[in-house]
């Protein structure tokens, strides 16, 4: 193939760009490929620069550049901004009938700040007729647009580029020419901050100068290497005298690229607070050398650097806080060296050349299957008639399926490279006994049909592999309907009226492939392939799995419960079996399923939950014990692991009408739980919590003075006084400590902590905490685990799949376990309230309703009735996917802290403030090389 690259600059002057476009086109000509590079110069004609083809044209002079570009007649034309180059090159594409690509590289926002202040007329020129009539019209008529980061690709997208043009390539790396050195950081005595970039305003060189004037005291040993020219050069050297760091801030002035990877050696870490960044290659070049990165919140710079994975990320125009984390970093030599190690892993897997090139070179052959179609009158197609393509995704990755982009906050380059994905194989970790999941997201073409699709794994070392599809509630891809043995294929467009009519318009659909590795397996590597196959067609990846030398504990080290009030009967049939279904499919997730025996009226949810009682007062446990040993004992899991906790069915009604005589009452309520205690016992269920939990409120129709549930009053405490009382004498009476736990949920605990304290100890042990703010603080987990608490977790709801029309990104579940997590709880408690809108749908049965007209409350359950597919019991929602990966997270964090208690405060600091999929993939890394010793950090 011949390739013609066109850019503004090129060598003798050093930009971004200028390296990027070297890069890539030596790359090329290692591949076979014959290239050029067009661009302006001062003395015009061809010239030959280290066995490169550049053809120069002079400054303005277009119809000579173009006359240059069409001599080399090339194949494709890849055009580096939007400029006139640019222009030129498209021009000659369309003059010698040829593809071409273009890469924005920033430049359309580059200006912003310079016209703003410019005359009128140049903001007109500018603002209207080049940025919305000839930059959209150039984009539009590329072949393929290359986006570098969110901000681009939503340009393009605006300007009228069909997504199926559109494709994330991030910029790239020589990680064999930037890599990290023997020692680095200056020593002891020395902490040297590097700035590589162009001198001027925009690249934040003016914030650099002042942050180092705030460090001037408090890190007195910071040496500042300022590497670059520019226009803002001698503003900065003024600056520099006035903050007093005239003596410690080094300006280098321009540096050849052959002495770039020794400097990148000297530093400690590498800054680059740009005011408006489309993807730094100097982040990439530190990242490569092992270094620490604190770059601004802007462009692609949040796709480089992942905040406490690999480096900080701070606001824009904000010199304080370059300060502090340049501080931050200077005195956590540990945790930098982390980042450092991480950035360097992530450089290699993401950002290498070789991976980055071929990924262009598939843009490339976009453009001329493009470029094909329009020829024959098939230009609606906008790419290729592929039928589909598959992109692997993180789990905890979001895609909004109407664009096939990276829905906001997401990484966006997610079908280029992710944790899972280095642009060749799926690459999955996990420890023995974990299950993962990862995503294959399948983009058909326009227009075309794809039936019978079907998800395969072929792995061996006894891993086993579900499959799943997703189906779509107000475009949020949300329930996780099986294929394979339990499950249908499935068809795109959907064969159901009601799911084709939904996702109309679609660009992308989610599948998910769940592994989960035997605690048997071996640690080391096993290699296969994941293969989808639909009717006429498939694509085939390979599929690595490492097995990390770790052994996820049996039960997390973090309570997950899913906590119902008999709801779920409103979509699910009610009886053992879809008891029993929920509570194992809770189990695959790793999650806890808490059937709260009575509603609030006192009413029982289910029979087989409150044994009956015979005359005398004893109760009859066959019922009971027929249905629920299984859960005791584990024979109901596959794992053989019995269930965490359960409620037992004690009501203020259960075993005597509430108003009967009081000793007489008494007890009736002390011998049943005298006579549950013994009958735990005597099965041996000493593996499970179990927990008294009274749920019965007046203001619902139950017959007490008193709210048992989140209790208020000094009143409703008495109530719990009466029933822990009758729970502690129960106890006094058993040989031995009692197995049978008291539970309160509470809300607004200040007002009674008096009364709080007078159950506290061997009477109250467990307790639930509206994690509402204004209830739950340090303050409260102080106050009670200064009770005693055994048992502390939060309760309320975690997001719904969507609200105020913006979907909830996946990431976030694991993230707000983790900051419950770092609040010293033992767990949370999740509502499952179906509260899903009655509607009249004739088309549709009822359990299907929901589907469509999820309420508010209802999109935060969790599980979804199967029958509508086919399928008996309930169907897992996507979120629990993201939950598992959550309580994973946490279990990695726990193994890691228990070998390096040193480090474990730092590490829940760290990872309660972690945002993104892939800042936590990067960080559970981290955790696996600190649990396995791996890490000396």
Request: charged letters at 20%.
């Amino acid at each position: 193939m011949k390739i013609l690259h066109a850019c503004k600059h090129f060598y003798p002057r050093v930009t971004g760009v200028t390296a990027h476009v070297e890069h890539l086109a030596r790359e090329q000509v290692r591949a076979g490929h014959a290239v050029a590079v067009a661009t302006w110069g001062e003395a015009a004609g061809e010239e030959t620069r280290q066995g490169l083809s550049v053809l120069r044209a002079r400054p303005g002079d277009r119809e000579g550049l173009r006359r240059l570009m069409a001599d080399f007649e090339p194949d494709v034309l890849h055009a580096h901004s939007v400029w006139d180059v640019s222009h030129a090159a498209a021009r000659t594409a369309r003059r010698l009938g040829r593809p071409y690509v273009v890469t924005a590289h920033g430049t359309w926002h580059l200006l912003a700040g310079t016209l703003a202040a410019g005359p009128w007329w140049e903001r007109l020129r500018w603002g209207l007729w080049q940025r919305r009539v000839l930059w959209p019209r150039l984009l539009r008529g590329a072949g393929t647009v290359i986006a570098l980061n969110a901000g681009e690709e939503a340009d393009a997208l605006a300007a009228g580029v069909p997504a199926g043009r559109l494709v994330r390539i991030p910029n790239a790396v020589d990680t064999d020419v930037f890599f990290p050195g023997e020692a680095g950081g200056g020593g002891e005595d020395t902490f040297p901050v590097l700035f590589v970039g162009a001198m001027e305003a925009n690249k934040g060189i003016l914030e650099v100068v002042a942050a180092a004037g705030l460090l001037r005291k408090s890190l007195p040993r910071a040496r500042w290497l300022l590497c670059g020219d520019g226009p803002d050069l001698p503003r900065a050297r003024r600056a520099a005298v006035a903050a007093g760091v005239g003596e410690v801030a080094h300006f280098l002035g321009r540096v050849d690229r052959s002495d770039m990877p020794a400097l990148y050696r000297r530093a400690g870490l590498v800054v680059a607070p740009s005011r408006a960044e489309a993807f730094s290659t100097a982040l990439l070049e530190a990242m490569a050398t092992g270094l620490p990165c604190v770059g601004s919140r802007v462009g692609g710079t949040p796709e480089i650097i992942d905040h406490g994975g690999t480096g900080l990320l701070i606001p824009p125009n904000d010199a304080r806080a370059l300060a502090d984390a340049v501080r931050w970093l200077a005195e956590h030599p540990r945790e930098a060296g982390a980042m450092g190690r991480a950035g360097r892993e992530k450089a290699g897997r993401r950002f290498a050349w070789p991976l980055v090139a071929g990924r262009i070179e598939q843009a490339y052959r976009l453009a001329l299957a493009v470029f094909l179609a329009c020829l024959l009158g098939l230009a609606w197609l906008g790419r290729p008639a592929e039928a589909a393509r598959v992109f692997p995704a993180d789990i905890l990755a979001m895609v909004d399926p109407r664009t096939g982009q990276a829905v906001a906050g997401e990484d966006g380059q997610w079908r280029e490279a992710s944790a899972v994905w280095d642009g060749r194989t799926v690459r999955v970790a996990a420890a023995r006994g974990e299950a993962t999941a990862f995503q294959l997201v399948l983009v058909p073409d326009p227009g075309e049909r794809l039936e019978d699709i079907r998800i395969i794994v072929d792995l061996p070392g006894g891993v086993s592999s579900r499959a799943y599809r997703a189906w779509h509630i107000w475009d949020v891809p949300e329930v996780a309907v099986p294929l394979g043995p339990d499950g249908a294929p499935f068809a795109i467009p959907a064969a159901s009226p009601a799911e084709r009519a939904t996702t109309s318009g679609y660009a992308a659909f989610a599948t998910v492939v769940e592994l989960a590795v035997p605690r048997t397996a071996a640690a080391g590597a096993a290699t296969g392939e994941v293969r989808v196959a639909w009717n006429g067609g498939g694509v085939a990846l390979p599929l690595a799995l490492t097995v990390l030398p770790l052994d996820l504990p049996r039960r997390p080290s973090f309570s997950l419960e899913m906590n119902s009030y008999g709801d779920y009967q409103k979509r699910l049939p009610a009886g053992p079996e879809t008891f029993l279904r929920i509570h194992r499919l809770f189990r695959r997730f790793r999650a806890t399923f808490t059937l709260v025996p009575y509603r609030h009226d006192g009413s029982p949810v289910e029979d087989f939950l409150v044994p009956p009682l015979a005359s005398d007062g004893s109760p009859d446990f066959a019922a009971f014990d027929a249905v629920l040993s299984g859960l005791f004992d584990g024979t109901a899991f596959d794992d053989g692991e019995p269930v965490d906790h359960f409620v037992l069915p004690f009501a203020t009604g259960w075993p005597a009408a509430w108003g009967t005589d009081r000793a007489a009452y008494a007890r009736r309520n002390i011998g049943l739980r005298l006579a549950l205690a013994r009958h735990i016992r005597e099965r041996g269920w000493c593996s499970t919590r179990f927990q008294e939990f009274h749920n019965e409120n007046p203001e619902h129709g139950a017959r007490v003075p008193w709210r048992l549930d989140e209790p208020v009053t000094a009143l409703d405490m008495a109530g719990h006084d009466l029933f822990a009382g009758f729970n502690r004498t129960a106890g006094r009476v058993l040989a031995g400590p009692s197995p049978i736990s008291y539970r309160i949920d509470i809300s607004a605990w200040q007002p009674l902590r008096a009364r709080l304290r007078r159950l506290a100890g061997r009477q109250v042990t467990d307790w639930s905490v509206s994690a509402e703010p204004a209830y739950l603080d340090r303050e409260a987990v102080a106050f009670f685990r200064g009770l005693g608490a055994q048992w502390l977790v939060a309760y309320g709801e975690l997001p719904g799949f969507a609200a105020g029309g913006q979907s909830t990104p996946w990431w976030r579940f694991p993230l707000l376990l983790a900051r419950f997590e770092a609040r010293g709880l033992d767990g949370y408690a999740q509502w499952q309230v179906d509260r899903w809108q009655e509607r009249d749908m004739p088309d549709l049965p009822r359990e299907a309703v929901p589907f469509f007209y999820s309420s508010a409350s209802g999109a935060r359950d969790f599980i979804w009735p199967g029958t509508f597919f086919g399928l008996p019991g309930p169907l897992p929602s996507l979120r629990l996917f993201a939950l598992r990966e959550g309580l994973n997270l946490l279990d990695y964090l726990s193994l890691a802290c228990a070998r390096r208690p040193d480090l474990a405060a730092g590490l829940r600091a760290r990872l309660a403030g972690l945002a993104g999929a892939d800042a936590l993939r990067a960080f559970k890394t981290q955790l696996a090389s600190l649990a396995t010793g791996r890490s000396g950090s």
